[in-house]
């Protein structure tokens, strides 16, 4: 069974450029969650969908973040005008169903803003 | 507000035990899980609790106490490659995972 996959796996950027991360969870899984993991901190929940429906994007910063999960399959997180605060590892992760015990983690993307 | 909080750093020595503390304040509860992340890698799920008491599992045991809003994650007969980082998270009643920020495990020979 393949894990879940995530691409890039680095980015460097200058503030104020955009960036697009995509991940691809376990298949048959329907909830699909992003992470923002500052380094030496642990993941920190922006946003989390039960198929493709958004459940709590509550701690999302809408005003430059957004997420979609489009089929309910595959899901992108895009950063517009990325800040250098937004440096950290973008991880996502996956479950079977909302409420499981267990998240599946994909490998994460490690951005950088200079 | 919601908080899960954890040591920053715990050193232990091989072949003896290490015991990681979480305490947590959520909006309800359904469950707490373990996960192990190494430098540069993924969170690997542990283990899971959700009823109060000690949850044998052989190398790793676990611990919750829901009115005192803890647990702790023993590791026992330590060796060298458990050197990682510990993770705490709580699921609340909405279904929401809260991390903490996790405890540092070093492991000396």
């Known amino acids: 069974e393949a894990g879940v996959t995530q691409s890039p796996r680095y980015a460097v950027l200058q503030e104020g450029q955009a960036v697009s991360f995509w991940c691809d969870p376990i298949?048959?899984?329907?909830?699909l969650y992003w992470y923002q993991q500052p380094r030496d901190q642990g993941p920190q929940l922006l946003v989390y969908?039960?198929?493709?429906?958004?459940?709590?994007n509550s701690q999302l910063p809408s005003d430059r973040f957004s997420a979609v999960r489009p089929k309910g399959t595959n899901s992108t997180l895009k950063i517009q005008s990325a800040k250098q605060g937004d440096t950290a590892t973008y991880l996502c992760a996956s479950s079977f169903e909302l409420g499981e015990r267990e998240q599946y983690f994909g490998p994460g993307t490690r951005l950088t803003v200079l | 507000g919601q908080g899960v909080e954890q040591p920053d750093n715990l050193m232990s020595v091989e072949g003896t035990f290490a015991r990681v503390n979480c305490t947590y304040s959520t909006s309800g509860f359904n469950g707490l899980s373990w996960y192990q992340q190494r430098e540069g890698h993924a969170p690997v799920f542990l283990s899971y609790v959700v009823l109060d008491g000690l949850k044998d599992s052989g190398h790793f045991s676990t611990f919750l106490s829901r009115s005192n809003g803890y647990s702790y994650l023993l590791l026992t007969e330590l060796q060298i490659k458990d050197s990682a980082s510990y993770l705490c998270?709580?699921?609340?009643?909405?279904?929401?995972?809260?991390f903490g920020s996790g405890t540092r495990l070093l492991v000396s020979p």
């Open positions: 998270a709580v699921r609340d009643g909405g279904y929401k995972v809260v």
């Open positions: 969908f039960r198929d493709e429906a958004v459940i709590d």
């Open positions: 298949s048959g899984h329907d909830t």
